[in-house]
DNA sequence: TAAGTAAGTAACTAGTTAGTTACTTTGTTT
DNA sequence: AAACAAAGTAACTAACTAGTTACTTACTTA
């Protein structure tokens, strides 16, 4: 339990933070790291600030327990995500390459971001208990946004009338998403590297084929 | 802790199981229901004791650690799916038939074993350090069987040349898995219940309509 | 520059838990 | 039925950890 012994405002590496704005974002950064390894349970408040370079009492401080800060961090890391996504939606042009780009987005916001991946884990576990205080915030204003966007991409025949869109959405994510939370389970049994450029494009590449030619009218049969 | 104080030999309930044995297989299911809960750290030994009916001495009797006692569930409840699974892919008739068959054995395994779900996600986040103690003696004769049989469906037409048999294998497990492993995620934004019979008799219907009309050959075009 | 406030620190406490020790009870074999 | 082994028990301990207390240092503003 260090701390950080000198610490001056430093407005190069700091920006426009002050000190306790600095500090918190340390221990944000910290968290998201602790947390996504270890969970909510296994990650030690002394660890998370050694990482942060911060007395421990700083994280009473800021966030007030354990539990409140580990939302913040889901928070934090939501919010990051979703304010990436909205502005593939809004770029409204073809929904054909609209939803070509978003699938190609999510999935290499996932393949670059593994402590997203394991906090949205670790939370399916916790059965959403501390993601449920953050999410519905998130997705409502969200969501009829790209409900409606589907629906055209429905009505204008790009989707089939009978796929419902809500699993197709599932569906989207389970492809990209089961990648990379069971990857060590397939480096296991695969022989090349799961993570390599070549590889991630491949499995993209897969689920396109999957989703547009499983699910969407895609032109005419090309096999 | 208490443990169970009469306990006599009960040829009734315990079938050909001896005593020891039948303690055995209660620790086992009680650790089953634990971990599949709370995972190795969320999990307290005396709490596993507690639902087993028996002390806590005996855990570390007969599983030696908590940590083994973990190996074991993994290995008994891999186990029993893997047992079933291969009797399906014996059953050698149709192709089609068969494949269509072990995703639905398959997607209603997981809907009626949520434990064994959620231990496949907790070792899914330990990076599968214990799962891989067990998991390639269960895969490893399996796993030629599967492919040769994968491979003749190949060959005769019914799955297309041109898709990865590893990347189709991710993706069914994909498609089933996670709309149970995030079902309290996706509870939050349905209105209807998740695992009612209608809905998952919903669900399969979409994976199978995604996998045979995007990835196999399934005959003419029926929309 | 003096006073007040924000940020940071070290040492502690109260509660928890994996694993152990020293023991008793139950069942089996001769 | 006596001797022995297997199964079961209660109470303990050593290590750990979330959160607190009482304090010092750095920064800002009048």
Redesign the interface.
Known sequence: MKGNPTHPLNPEKSGDLTRSEESKQRILLAGTAIFAQK?L??SRVDEIADEAHINKRMIYHYFESKENLYVEVLRYNYTKLYTRGSSVIQSGTDPEIVIKQAIREYFYYLAEHDEFV?LM?????N??KY??RV??QL?DPA?PVLRQFLQVGQQAGLI?K???I??LL??V???C???F??R???Q???KEDIMAPSMLE??LT??Q???F???LNYGE?E?
Do not use: K
């Not at 884990?121 to 576990?125: H, R, T, V």
């Open positions: 969970g349970e296994g394991r884990s670790w939370e399916a576990l059965q959403e993601a449920n999410l519905p997705i969501e089939r009978n796929i419902d809500r699993h599932v569906s994510n389970a492809l998403l089961v990648y939370s069971r060590e389970m397939l296991t049994f695969w491949e499995r897969h689920i084929d999957i989703i030619n499983g699910i049969e096999m």
